[in-house]
């Protein structure tokens, strides 16, 4: 199985901040990366495929980058609403794995 | 636009088997672009993909749980069903299907109990 490992594992970061979250992957998977959001009791909602494509409805303000084995996740400016849980997720290969995820937190 | 439901008992004791179906609707699970997942989390815990199925039934499932799982579809109800045997309390979480290699979109959830 391909590895997925995100750091930080968790952050502090306040309203307006530039938030930057890494997931790196144990071998190659070209751009097969998505990202998601899960917010406590809801379900992962996707907010990025193909490592830098958005989906359809969010914001501009998420970004993805990266290909290969390292790929990031950028939040431009944090809202209150941004804070919650965020994973990837590599589907260039069976089984689909995820990343261990990244909480941030309200400073 | 897509929408998907999971559905089926919260709670089963363990060594039996859980059996739960994944609705979809405003899409038809018929299209052979995408397939359809069964993808587990324990409460606290990380993201397990557990199995998927294209509308021609064909599968796939994760190694770790291939000898317990057993994932079908239903083409004529929109629906395709998920059935994990000889259960434990490590198989307690919440489930959720979902779209494609992507994961886009997911169903609520729906959590399973192991426990006598």
């Known amino acids: 199985d391909i590895q997925m490992t995100q750091s930080p594992s968790s952050l502090s970061a306040s309203v307006g901040d530039r938030v930057t979250i890494t997931c790196r992957a144990s071998?190659?998977?070209?751009?097969?990366l998505a990202w998601f959001q899960q917010k406590p009791g809801k379900a992962p909602k996707s907010l990025i495929y193909?490592?830098?494509s958005l989906q359809s409805g969010v914001p501009s303000k998420f970004s993805g980058s990266g290909s290969g084995t390292d790929f990031t996740l950028t939040i431009s400016s944090l809202q209150p609403e941004d804070f919650a849980t965020y994973y990837c997720?590599?589907?260039?290969?069976?089984?689909?794995?995820f990343g261990g995820g990244t909480k941030v937190e309200i400073k | 636009q897509v929408q998907l439901q999971e559905s089926g008992p919260g709670l089963v004791k363990p060594s039996q088997t859980l059996s739960l179906t994944c609705t979809v609707s405003g899409g038809s699970i018929s299209s052979d672009i995408y397939h359809w997942s069964w993808i587990r989390q324990p409460a606290g815990k990380g993201l397990e993909w557990i199995g998927r199925i294209y509308s021609s039934g064909s599968t796939i499932y994760n190694p770790s749980l291939k000898s317990r799982v057993t994932i079908s579809v239903d083409t004529s109800k929109n629906q395709f069903s998920l059935k994990l045997s000889s259960v434990t309390a490590a198989d307690t979480a919440v489930y959720y299907c979902?779209?494609?290699?992507?994961?886009?979109?997911w169903g609520q959830g729906t959590l399973v109990t192991v426990s006598s």
């Open positions: 979902a779209r494609g290699a992507a994961f886009d979109p």
């Open positions: 997720q590599q589907y260039n290969s069976y089984p689909p794995t």
């Open positions: 071998q190659g998977i070209s751009n097969y």
């Open positions: 193909a490592a830098s």
